[in-house]
């Protein structure tokens, strides 16, 4: 069942592009949220993410394309007229109120009554936890505060949508980490859309219902976060997300078998099609063992969707606590893999090792236009 057959649709991206001059921005955004979503815009520097916000708040005109909330086209309308609040990576805080003053700005600048006022003040500032520090001024905060100040500040009007820019990365590790569940709790005490930009996914990982992966202005995938992880539409998806990023090599499909480039290594592909392609198998599902411990015995005959086993040399090793990171070189091949935390201090530079690709993990990309082809099980 689509995310979008539970309920209304809340925000419609509708043909929006965007240019700066001669720069093409954004291109062909086809989007829709629905009413209680929370939808992550993920994608490195530069991608977008903010010039596609500031056009659905109505900051920044399209060049094209239509933009709909709440069943209406709001693509002429000021930011004031389209009920949505927004929070900034620079939270901008007036400094010279208190926390009172500034959570209750919105709503004395749409002359709402001083009683009801400071009940919702009072309301919010129990939800994010600020009771304590309404009478301080934003100076006297620190940054999680401060951030947790903007977030009631947009909170205090209780729109049925609210966008993000980045609102975490300002904040230490630990901080951000706390915030993150605090804004998932948040959203689902409120009930309200959300659309949130993040280039950190982990931050999309863990926040989104649906995350919308942005690179050079188009959307290269849209789904749930287990969907993206699992099924990556194409190249870039597969190796902007996963950490560290999945290993592609390149080879040729044929007759239903997948044969790298400069490597002794051949295995089932999975794929009706042929054709030059590119090997997609995640570091965590390359298997490592040393070349000199007790080996499986083969299977007497060799299974069709058998792993296919490679030998190399440990080029690189990091353990970093609960995980190590190794970069084995097998011939021309250099493989990523991430082994348990134990294991990883006994993979030292130098060691010859075993590593093993299972077919059912793998994922295949046309070598040309990076598109996957989807897996057909034998
Ligand atoms: N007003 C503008 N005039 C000209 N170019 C602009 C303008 N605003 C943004 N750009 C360009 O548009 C592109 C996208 O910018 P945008 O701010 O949307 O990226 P972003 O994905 O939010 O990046 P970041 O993660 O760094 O915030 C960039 O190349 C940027 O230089
Ligand atoms: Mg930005």
Redesign the pocket.
Known sequence: MSALATGGVEVALRGIA?R??A?E??AGIELEIAAGELVVLL????????????IVCGL?EPSAGEVWIGGREVTALEPRERNLAMVF?SYALYPHMTVRDNIAFPLRIRRVAKAERERRVREVAALLGLEQLLDRRPAQLSGGQRQRVAIARALVRQPPLYLF??PLSNLDAALRTRMRAELRALHARLGATMLY?T?DQIEAMTLADRIVV?EA?RIQQVGRPEEIYRAPANRFVATFVGSPAMNLIPGEVQGGRFRAQGAPLELVAGSARSGPAELGIRPEHVLVALADAPQPAPPAAPAPAAPAWLTGEVELSEPVGDRGYLHLRAGELVLRASVPGPEAFRYREGARVRAAIDPAHTHLFDARTGERWERQEP
Do not use: I, M, P
């Open positions: 965007k700066f001059g720069a921005v954004l994608g490195r520097s530069g991608c977008g993410k903010s010039t596609l916000l500031r920044e990576q820019d980045e930009v280039h942005l202005g």
